[in-house]
């Protein structure tokens, strides 16, 4: 899980935020005034019903950008 000052919050509004969207999923980023980026991960139902799938489908793209 990513560390809660890199979290994009549900509610929160950021001016300059970027989408990167494909039919599976949608990663928002921005910046927050500090040294670093939030990121929120939005999985669609296309990948699967469950939300046990798109969880860990979510987790395993979080990993990827933690890394990074």
Do not use: W
């Not at 300059?16 to 005034?33: A, C, D, E, I, R």
Request: glycine residues 2%.
């Amino acid at each position: 899980m990513l560390k809660k000052n890199y979290r994009l919050q549900v509610k929160t509004k950021l001016e300059n935020t970027h989408t990167v969207s494909n039919p599976y999923f949608t990663l928002k980023y921005g910046k927050n005034g500090k040294d670093t980026s939030r990121f929120a991960v939005i999985v669609s139902k296309k990948i699967d019903l469950r939300a046990v799938v798109r969880n860990r489908a979510r987790r395993q793209i979080i990993s990827c950008i933690e890394e990074n």
